[in-house]
């Protein structure tokens, strides 16, 4: 190139600061891409903030936000996994309930003890996705179609076991392990943040990451590479199950009860979480920062409409209109990163 | 008159023309070529001509000796009878032969009853008139790819007769306009007997005053089908060559811009390849082995009773007709498809073909390089690196974690190595063209180390520079010991790589060709016997 401080032609320097612009203007749109959500957060809070200053910019809602939906956060990390690889687990919120509701019956009912009643509700969670896991691999049902029939079964469980009541009683422990506070920050989130780290770090710094994503990308491809397809469908199945279970023990303690129709609320909530997750951060990949970031913005949102005094049915607009728009941005990356480099 | 003739076609995305500013001329009666390097326009120009793509401002489309709005429409292409066969062949794997073959009459019949019986004797018809025999009934996924060719050639050439219209008589309005058959890369899965067929087609074509489109990357079929070749050359017309003054050698100048060396021209010597692209230096392969197949036998593969040794430093090649299971041995023997029997041994490790699979295969230090390159080979819409990486992130993995940069860096010393071009390393493979991401699928596998590789058709459908590339790569890993597999319905590849050519016909080997004898119309020859 030119000595430093040598004057440039015009013609030199035309094409080099045109390409300089461009690069420019392509990390500007990248960094956007991946950050923006942050700056569009933002703008809610003040805009609920200066509708709202008394009730909205309040520690009382930030604890509510973090604390209410760090069992959204588990749940949608849990659905990652799946959808890294490839498959959908529409069963999830159904798990979430069942492990939710038998942890509640089995302690509160049945006087079992709240640590193997634990331990049973998030095992269950496991069991379930290993049976989903185990129909997909062994019969070659498609996981949609599994799922789908999973959840209703679950559905169905659920009311059996609870007579379609809410069980409350549930050990004070419990509710302790999940509610308490640390420095004003609930347990719950914590336990929610720690799964975040471990998930990015699965899915980023493992080898096991890669091949979930490869087994997503392209099945056929992946396996004539060597990846034990079958093992990483089954145990994306299983680990979906087993943070569902642990998001469904979670909700009894942060709830103090069990509500044998929580399952359906919360499955699209999870889905727009995670999928609009998919577009920040690394945009195109699921990935467990965008995931739990998603949440808190999306949650952000409905808390302060519900603030306002808006009613209920605003809340499933948001999340379902939020679930479209993050697919449209998905495919819209998706569509960039293979045609090629913005021309 | 010309049937169809396109002025001043120019296509630019973004920065960079696709095309600039190319005539194509089609006359009746005529077979056109169009040959050209991958990312030469060739395939621009095609999907002007289908409709695809709207070319930029200034160029003009006559039809007919009339002219015609650009973008060109469905409904003139339809009136002009222009018949495609894109490389994909556009069939649906679904539905049977009888519903391919009227797939585009069907779904624009308005009649509230589908004539199947009309349709199916006027299918067979079709299928008899150009020589093919398939069961009309039978279910695309049934069939070869040699056979769904045939299908999608067939079809187009139908339309291009008319013979694909409405109306009750199955010759309705046949041979009121010439048509135009366009065959995009359409015969790399045809045997020599299937190129026959697909030669009566194009006279039929050509006999009733229609012309024929062939865009092709084998030069040989260019010069002796066409009258006339167009040659694109970085999104311009290099020539225009006649059928008296065209041979492969002068092709292939044209094709890359500048004199080709004796490999990529004809048989010969090895050379390093026109596209500039550097030969990597590999490291010996970790362990050389002697490969050994006994007794391998899959009736649903077409094969029976296949059995043969490669050495280290041998590249060994199986020919055969589609259909002979030539290109079946060697995903059979790597455990990609189950075998109903048979052994394989690599070296001192052996296995029993049934219970082999992919992961015992890799362990054992067998590569697989498929044919399919998107859907068997690599995953398109990760990246460059991500692909090149994929079979040894455990190396990446200190401290329990992968560590990015190094794998990055790696990607990229790769990359120089084998003469990939491309953006960036974090660019999705799909951006690349075929011959490019072949580059990046022989990287990925000559990564892990492996003592044998197995290959199937691992220059098909790339530009002459990565093929020159390719084979000079694979020339020297068995320079170095590596022992190579190789099927190929490319005998003039093989007969330039191989030590030795099994011949395959029925699923059976029933020739070895070797030492002096090995030439293409040896393999072609023996094949056809």
Avoid at chain 1, 6 to 14: F, I
Avoid at chain 2, 70 to 83: E, K, S, T, W
Avoid at chain 2, 187 to 209: D, K, N, P, Q, W
Wanted: net charge neutral; proline share 3%; charged share 15%.
């Amino acid at each position: 190139m030119t000595n430093p401080g040598a004057a440039l032609t015009a013609d030199e320097q035309a094409p080099g600061s045109r390409a300089a612009a461009r690069a420019r203007m392509d990390r500007a749109i990248n960094v956007a891409e991946r950050y923006g959500i942050f700056a569009a957060w933002i703008v809610v809070i003040v805009v609920f903030g200066a509708i709202e200053p008394s009730t909205f910019l309040t520690v009382a809602t930030v604890r509510n936000i973090l604390g209410s939906d760090a069992v959204l956060v588990i749940l949608g990390l849990g659905l990652i996994l799946p959808l890294t690889a490839g498959e959908y687990d529409l069963s999830i919120a159904s798990i979430l309930a069942l492990s939710s509701v038998a942890t509640a019956v089995l302690n509160a009912n049945d006087g079992v003890p709240i640590v193997p009643a634990v331990i049973i509700g998030i095992a269950l969670g496991a069991f379930t996705g290993l049976v989903n896991g185990v129909l997909m691999v062994y019969f070659g049902i498609e996981s949609l179609i599994v799922t789908l029939g999973m959840s209703t079964v679950l559905a169905g469980l659920v009311l059996w076991m609870t007579n379609a009541l809410t069980i409350s009683g549930v050990s004070i422990g419990l509710v302790n392990a999940a509610d308490h506070t640390i420095g004003g920050i609930p347990l719950v989130f914590v336990y929610a943040l720690v799964i975040t780290i471990v998930l990015w770090y699965v899915l980023h710094y493992l080898p096991a990451g890669r091949r979930i994503l490869f087994v997503g990308r392209g099945r056929e491809v992946a396996r004539l590479s060597g990846v034990r397809v079958d093992r990483v469908r089954l145990g994306v199945m299983v680990t979906a199950g087993l943070l569902a279970g642990v998001a469904g023990v979670l909700y009894t303690g942060v709830s103090g009860s069990a509500n044998p129709t929580a399952g359906a609320t919360l499955l699209l909530p999870a889905f727009a979480s995670a999928f609009l997750g998919s577009t920040i951060i690394t945009p195109g990949r699921f990935n467990a920062w965008g995931t739990i970031v998603a949440v808190y913005f999306l949650a952000t949102g409905t808390t302060g409409l519900e603030l306002l005094g808006v009613s209920a049915w605003v809340e499933q607009l948001f999340y379902g209109a939020a679930l479209i728009g993050a697919v449209i941005i998905r495919q819209l990356v998706r569509r960039r990163i293979t045609a090629g480099p913005r021309r | 008159m010309p049937l169809v003739r396109l002025r001043g076609m120019s296509k630019r995305f973004g920065a960079t023309y696709a095309l600039r500013d190319v005539d194509l001329e089609l006359r009746g009666g005529e077979v056109h070529g169009l040959v050209g390097a991958n990312g030469s326009g060739k395939s621009t120009l095609v999907k002007i001509l289908s409709g695809y793509h709207d070319p930029d401002q200034g160029g003009s489309a006559e039809i007919g000796g009339e002219a015609v709005g650009l973008p060109l429409r469905p409904a003139v292409l339809d009136a002009a009878r222009i018949g495609f066969v894109h490389q994909d062949l556009g069939l649906v794997p679904e539905l049977s032969v009888l519903e391919n073959l009227w797939l585009t009459r069907i779904s624009q019949m308005h009649a509230a009853r589908v004539p199947w019986r009309e349709l199916k004797r006027r299918g067979a018809g079709i299928l008899r008139q150009y020589g093919i025999s398939l069961d009309l009934d039978a279910s695309v996924t049934e069939l070869s790819q040699a056979q769904r060719a045939l299908l999608a050639i067939a079809r187009a050439a139908a339309t291009v007769d008319g013979r694909l219209g409405g109306g009750g008589s199955g010759v309705s309005g046949a041979g009121s306009v010439p048509g135009v058959l366009v065959l995009d890369e359409a015969t790399v899965f045809l045997s020599a007997s299937h190129r026959e067929l697909l030669r009566g087609m194009i006279a039929h074509v050509t006999a009733a005053g229609g012309a024929v489109l062939v865009i092709t990357h084998d030069l040989d079929e260019a010069v002796s089908l066409c009258d006339r070749i167009l040659v694109l050359r970085d999104g311009r017309a290099a020539a225009l060559v006649a059928r008296d003054e065209a041979d492969r050698a002068a092709l292939a100048r044209l094709i890359v811009g500048q004199d080709v060396e004796p490999a990529v021209a004809g048989a010969g010597a090895a050379g390093a390849g026109a596209s500039g692209a550097s030969v990597a230096s590999v490291d010996e392969p970790a362990g050389a082995a002697t490969v050994q197949v006994s007794g391998l036998r899959s009736a649903g593969h077409g094969v029976g009773d296949v059995s043969f040794r490669a050495s280290p430093g041998e590249i060994l090649g199986f020919a055969g007709l589609a259909g002979s299971g030539f290109d079946q041995v060697v995903g059979l023997m790597f455990g990609a498809r189950r075998a109903d029997g048979g052994t394989v041994a690599v070296g001192s490790w052996r296995s029993e073909l049934p219970d082999l699979d992919p992961p015992a295969a890799i362990g054992a230090g067998l590569a697989y390089i498929p044919a399919g390159r998107g859907s068997e080979g690599l995953l398109l819409d990760l990246s460059v690196a991500e692909n090149l990486l994929s079979q040894v992130s455990e190396r990446y993995l200190r401290g329990g974690f992968l560590r990015h940069r190094h794998m990055r860096e790696r990607a990229e010393q790769l990359v120089r190595d084998f003469g990939i071009r491309c953006r960036d390393v974090e660019a999705a493979c799909a951006e690349l063209s075929g011959g490019n991401q072949q580059k990046v699928l022989l990287a990925k596998w000559l990564e892990a180390g492996p003592a044998a590789l197995l290959l199937v058709e691992p220059t098909q459908g790339i530009d002459v520079g990565a093929r020159a590339m390719i084979w000079a790569k694979l020339r020297e890993l068995a320079g170095s010991g590596m022992t190579v597999v190789c099927a190929s319905s490319d005998h003039e590849e093989l007969a330039h790589l191989a030590t030795r050519v099994l011949v395959m016909r029925a699923g059976q080997v029933i020739t070895e060709i070797s030492g002096p004898a090995l030439t293409k119309t040896a393999i072609t020859a023996a094949c056809l016997a």
